[in-house]
């Protein structure tokens, strides 16, 4: 009798193991518990309609969203239904979609409608257990802007074309790479290493920024307020422009007035495309960084007088280690202004980071 029963409860054990094993490797490997491997570009950029839609409706009622969802517009942590949830009358016409599988994670620059005028929408969203856990806005006010972003149609079509497998970048790479642009453009000398290729176009809300040829009030970068007080020399001749190429904005040493790019998040990383998307700010200490060296050895005093930030969404495509296309959404904000995704040490920090997880404020 005891060793029946001793029989009975090894045989209760084993059959209570093998049922408990089964329901953990079920729970490790159910695809639904993993945003990246039931959620792919098509589903990451349903969200992003659904969004818009919601947005649109002024109703965040119509979004799932986890029970600790974070929203923030402008850098702003604010209630769902905040902000520009109150006063959304339609959806644009411009749309481009950014996807990382991987993380969850899906980035979309746009246009929406206002009051009924057109404005600019970059967003982020997390996506976490088939549930929206983050949305990351910046919102660019500008009806210009966002006019010309609709001329534009849609993003340039090498953002959307996918790289051969054998000639893909690790996502570490992608980052590294696009990371260079921020490195050479922060306190820029013109004696970096600046990984563009010789067709490397970049588009700033709408506009293009480099090799652009068109006679416009724009070509000399207006919202940078960048004039050249010089007597030496025509103002043509030391003033950031808008007709050159990336290599040569850079290698002019002209971008010296950009102080510092920090808090440099890289929120969608896409080896597949070439793709890396970061949020970031640049700022514009102003001051005694005006006056700087040209890298043939000129003195030259430029750059905005005075203390202020630009609040950006970058995106860019990389191949072969190099950049060759980049498209930005930024406006401006108040100096030193924090994003709310980041500790302060890290919304300081001029080191390029590639995560998910967001830090409360």
């Not at 408990?20 to 969200?47: G, K, Y």
């Not at 480099?210 to 001749?237: G, L, Y």
């Not at 070439?274 to 200490?285: N, P, R, S």
């Not at 302060?344 to 997880?357: N, P």
């Amino acid at each position: 009798m005891r060793r029946r029963h001793l029989l009975v409860l090894t045989i209760g054990a084993a059959l209570w193991i093998a049922v408990l094993t089964a329901q953990l490797a079920h729970a490790v490997f159910d695809p639904r518990l993993t945003a990246s491997a039931s959620c792919d570009r098509a589903c990451l950029d349903r969200w992003v309609d659904q969004y818009l839609d919601a947005l649109a409706a002024n109703d965040p009622s119509r979004l799932p969203v986890t029970q600790n969802v974070k929203f923030s517009e402008d850098g702003q942590r604010l209630i769902l239904g905040d902000g520009l949830w109150n006063t959304a009358t339609g959806r644009g016409t411009y749309q481009f979609y950014m996807e990382d599988v991987e993380a969850g994670q899906v980035g979309f620059f746009g246009t929406m409608r206002e009051a009924g005028e057109p404005i600019i929408l970059a967003a982020r969203l997390k996506i976490d257990g088939r549930k929206i856990a983050e949305i990351e806005t910046i919102v660019v006010r500008d009806v210009h802007d966002a006019e010309n972003l609709e001329k534009r149609g849609h993003p340039d079509p090498l953002f959307t074309e996918t790289i051969p497998p054998a000639e893909r970048a690790s996502r570490a790479d992608l980052v590294k790479a696009a990371n260079m642009y921020f490195s050479g453009m922060q306190l820029n000398d013109g004696k970096g290493d600046y990984p563009f290729t010789d067709d490397c176009d970049r588009v700033e809300n709408g506009e293009e920024a480099t090799n652009n040829h068109t006679p416009s009030t724009e070509d000399v970068i207006r919202a940078q307020s960048n004039s050249v007080e010089t007597s030496s020399r025509q103002k043509s001749d030391l003033t950031y422009s808008a007709a050159w190429g990336c290599k040569q904005q850079f290698q002019s040493g002209l971008l010296h007035f950009v102080t510092r790019i920090r808090d440099r998040r890289f929120v969608v990383v896409d080896p597949e495309r070439g793709v890396a998307l970061a949020f970031c700010f640049f700022d514009h200490a102003a001051g005694k960084t005006r006056t700087f060296q040209l890298p043939d050895g000129r003195t030259v005093t430029s750059g905005p007088t005075t203390p202020w930030t630009w609040e950006i969404a970058e995106t860019f495509r990389v191949e072969h280690g190099e950049i060759r296309r980049i498209e930005a959404v930024y406006h401006r904000s108040p100096y030193g202004m924090s994003s709310g995704w980041s500790n302060w040490e890290d919304s300081m920090s001029t080191r390029a980071r590639w995560v998910s997880a967001s830090v409360a404020r």
